[in-house]
């Protein structure tokens, strides 16, 4: 029993190392918004969006006008044998030319392809919300959890303790056997080391939440008791199916990959197209020397031009047709793909209702199971004291009221996280289905 206890010493004070944080305790929206600009992962798919926005206005630049500026300086030797010719002179020129497309297709495609490219970094960074919210909502249920169990594996350490008090007093006057005595030490170190792996879970659990917000010492609000369930909302399961198949971030992924295959199929077919572009452009030159024709002579030439670039492609080895065939493949992949999404979304959100549904049912057996054991219990202690049940009984009443305790109180968290994992299936989870978890916590 000793050793039993210095070995118990360092979890102990590490988790009332946690209990006395001063840190406040922190609602799950406090921590959703502490995690928001610490998580790396929800930051990447956020950066992801900019630079796809960046990016679809690079491909706006093949609609818009183009400019260039262009300098030189050049010398010149140049020898005539007949006549006899020998000029050296340089050559100054500066020009400034510019294009406008009229007629681009292709760039035309591309730069609706970027507006969709933008609309799937959308979809990565709501996918990146909704897991962010699950992973804070799951991380903060475990912890909560594993207070509970502690809470339960203490109290029923105590009342172990009382019945290993009672069994050595019986001994002691002669009303019971030795055998009492030793069953009930046996149980108590049992609930001792099932109270220190129950803080040790309570530590891990406490350091995970902490990684994921971003702060040292979380402390979780506890639900208020009693606790009411929220109801399932709405109660069938295709109305859940037919949201995911239309929301849900994957599949909005899928169905946008479909649209820009289509469009590369599109652009693909413009290969026999033309290009009409708009050109302008101005060049002076000026020669201080003079040329070889007219050496000597300081010259200045200036030109401006204005017209239109026409250039149509005849045969390009069978390239534009391969190039098509590629891409109404590729197109056709997409249209799989998006089937395979649109199935494993309404599977995984069958799933999820259906744990949900389950998950109510199991909280309200679980009550009438806890109301049960509890009178189990009462009465095993009634029979104890009055000789017809053995103090085996008493103990076993204990250990199973406490642990439907532990199993009711989990089943409550799973209801919850499930109602959540429900909505992040179907695609509609935001922070706004947080407020009323929020408001079933108790405040301090």
Known sequence: MTAL????????????????????????????????????VWQAA????????????????????????????????????????????????????????????????????????I???????????????????QAYFDVLAAQDTLSFVQAQKAAVAEQLAAAKRNFEVGTSTITDQREAQARYDLVIAQEIAAENDLLVKNLALDQLAGITGTQPLPLAQPVQLPPLQPGDVTAWVQTAQGQQPGVRQAQIALDIAR?????????????????????????????????????????????????????AGFAVQNRIKETLALEEKAQADLETTRRNAAQATRAAFFGVQS???????????????????????????????????????????????????????????????????AGVLTEEDLGPLDGMLRKH
């Open 119 to 137: 609309d799937v970094a959308r979809a990565q960074l709501d996918a990146a919300t909704q897991d962010l919210l699950v992973r804070v909502s």
């Open 263 to 315: 469009l590369e199929t599109q652009k693909a077919g413009t290969g026999h197209l033309p290009t009409i572009d708009l050109q302008a452009g101005y060049n002076t030159a000026h020669n201080p020397s003079g040329t070889a024709t007219a050496p000597g002579m300081n010259s200045r030439t200036h030109s401006a031009s204005v017209g239109v670039a026409f250039n149509l492609p005849l045969f």
């Open 359 to 425: 998950g109510h049912v199991q909280v309200r057996a679980l009550e009438a199971a806890e109301a049960s054991s509890q009178s189990a219990l009462d009465a095993n202690k009634l029979g104890y004291q009055v000789g017809v049940r053995i103090n085996i009984d008493v103990l076993n009443a204990q250990s199973q009221f406490y642990q439907t305790k532990r199993d009711l109180a989990l089943a409550r968290y799973n209801v919850l996280l499930g109602n959540l994992k429900l909505r992040q299936a």
């Open 5 to 40: 206890r210095f070995a118990h010493l360092p979890l102990a004070l590490a988790c009332a190392l946690y209990a006395t944080a001063p840190a406040q305790a922190q609602s799950l929206l406090q921590l959703v918004q502490a995690a928001r600009s610490y998580d790396t």
């Open 46 to 117: 956020r950066l992801q969006l900019d630079a796809a926005t960046s990016r679809a206005e690079q491909a706006r630049a093949g609609l818009l006008p183009s400019a260039g500026l262009t300098a030189s300086v050049s010398r010149t030797h140049t020898e005539v044998t007949r006549p006899p010719v020998d000029f050296n002179g340089s050559t100054q020129s500066a020009g400034v030319s510019a294009s406008q497309p009229l007629y681009r297709p292709a760039n035309r495609i591309g730069f609706e392809q970027g507006q969709r490219s």
